[in-house]
Every structure is written in C-alpha cells, then in structure tokens.
C-alpha cells in the first residue's frame, strides 16, 4: 500500500486547504470524507495520481483548473483552461443585477466564460430571461454544462460581444469584460499565467473591450435598462466619463467588499 492520506498531505508543501481539495479530488472522496479518514493508506496508484496533482500545482498550476471546478454564488462550476476562474469580488455583479432586475427581467451577460454570472442569475431570478454572450464556442460549451448542471435556462450566443444580438433589447446588461492592461506585470504572476490572454487584456490601456460595450450597449437597452459593468481599481473614474460620454444617465461605482472601486453602471435614458 501507498502512504496514508495524512502522510500525503502533509508531504504535499502546499496550503492546507489546497492540498485537501486536490486530494480529494484525485482520490474521488469529499473534502469531509478526507479529513475523517487521514490514517487510511492509499494504493499505489491513487498516491502516485494525488503527488502529480501536488507537483502541478506547485509549479503554478490553478487548483480550479487541476479539479475541474471552482464555487461561485454558492454554486459548483465547472471550471477549463477555456475560461476565467470566477472569483469572489465577481460576485458583487450579481448583487447589483438582482437589485436591479425587474420581475420576468431579459438579462444579458457579456462575456459570460464559464457562464458564472448569467447562471447565478438565472438561479436567483428565475422569472428572468437570461441570455449569455461569448466569443468562444470552448467557453460556450462550458456554460452550456453549468446551466445545465444547475437547472437554469440561459440563451447562450456565439457573439463578439453585441454583434450577434441584431435588434435585442433587454432591462439589464452585466458583463466581466477584459480589463487588464497589455504588459502589466501581473499577467505574469499567480494563476493569471494559465488564465486565458483573450478573456483578461483589454488592449494598451485595458479599456478597449470597455469603450466598445459602453458605446454599442446603449442600442440594446430598453429606455431605462442598465449597463453594469466589472473593472480594475484604478479605472472607476475613466468609466464614469465614458458612460456620461454616451449619455447614460445615474452614472454610478459600487465598491467591493474590500472597499476597492468593482462595478460601474449607467442606466439607459
């Protein structure tokens, strides 16, 4: 027999929590059924599997993308190298939208990667119509399987952000666009390395994707409708000037929990 469950994680010079879900994973039990069975050894085979996951992640690699899933909103996704892992202060977008959302609502998340949003969404509001927007058919595919997985209707289009909606209109528009300056250093660094380069840059400055949904969303709301958007720390005020530039009217920031400047909205005159 291989090493007990315990040997292997204390051998595996990673964060607790990290390698608990990456044993877990690679022995097929639950996090729980883990730590309840620490003296058990495992066969050859399984420790053997649980090590490389170990090594993998410790040469950089996402636990998301190791296991295959990440938790957002209270829901487990399904998570590829396709798409962005979902992250915490993301959840902030769908706060806003639920608040904003009017009952039997038409939605639209922009960029929807593995769907997190447009999902959370959907499960939350179920009188909404929830439609999702993405470039990828790879992300698509992903998003496909969390609505289904969740048992939530989203309409999900192949689009370059709006050009596939022709004349559809809707009450809210979210989206988590590229936002991230071409060459900053963090592109470089932690689990953004292994993310995907298309769902992150957003040009010289990071606002290329941002200008474009501001400027062609406008068409797409119903008189009224909102525009959230998700953006850096440092370019609430750049998108304040863009919404009013567009004539967007209730231009407004909401901070995250870290009381970092998150979501940006205009609301359609």
């Known amino acids: ?16 929590i990290e390698a608990q879900a990456l044993a877990a994973h690679g022995l097929g039990l639950s996090r ?12 050859p085979d399984d420790a053997r599997r649980v090590e490389r996951l170990f090594l993998r992640r410790r040469a950089g690699e996402p636990v998301a993308y190791l296991i295959g899933e990440r938790e957002f909103y209270g829901l487990s996704l399904k998570i590829t190298p396709d798409v962005l892992i979902p992250r915490p202060e993301t959840e902030l977008l769908v706060d806003l939208a639920l608040e904003l959302v009017p009952e039997g609502a038409r939605v639209l998340d922009l960029g ?16 909404a119509e929830v439609w999702a927007a993405d470039a990828s058919a790879a992300a698509l595919a ?17 689009s370059d952000w709006l050009c596939a909606l022709g004349g559809e209109r809707f009450d ?36 290329d994707c941002i ?26 005020e750049r998108l304040r000037s863009l919404f009013g ?16 400047p998150r979501v940006t909205g205009g609301r359609a005159p």
Do not use: C, F
């Open 1 to 16: 027999m291989g090493a007990t469950i315990g040997a292997l994680l204390a051998a595996s010079g990673l964060p607790a």
């Open 32 to 43: 729980a059924t883990l730590l309840a069975q620490t003296e058990r050894a495992t066969a």
């Open 112 to 127: 929807t990667g593995s769907g997190a949003v447009a999902v959370a969404i959907a499960h939350e509001a179920q009188s």
């Open 142 to 158: 992903v998003a496909r399987e969390n609505a289904r997985r969740h048992d939530t209707h989203v309409h999900l289009v192949e």
């Open 172 to 207: 809210l528009i979210v989206s988590n666009p590229p936002y991230v300056a071409a060459g900053d250093a963090h592109l470089e660094r932690g689990d953004l390395r292994y993310e995907p380069r298309a769902a992150l840059v957003g040009g010289a400055d990071g606002l």
């Open 211 to 236: 200008r474009r949904i501001v400027a062609e969303a406008k068409s797409h709301l119903v008189p009224g409708g909102w525009l959230l958007l998700e953006h850096g720390y440092d370019q609430a």
């Open 245 to 260: 530039m567009y004539g967007y009217i209730d231009v407004q920031t909401t901070p995250d929990l870290a009381e970092i």
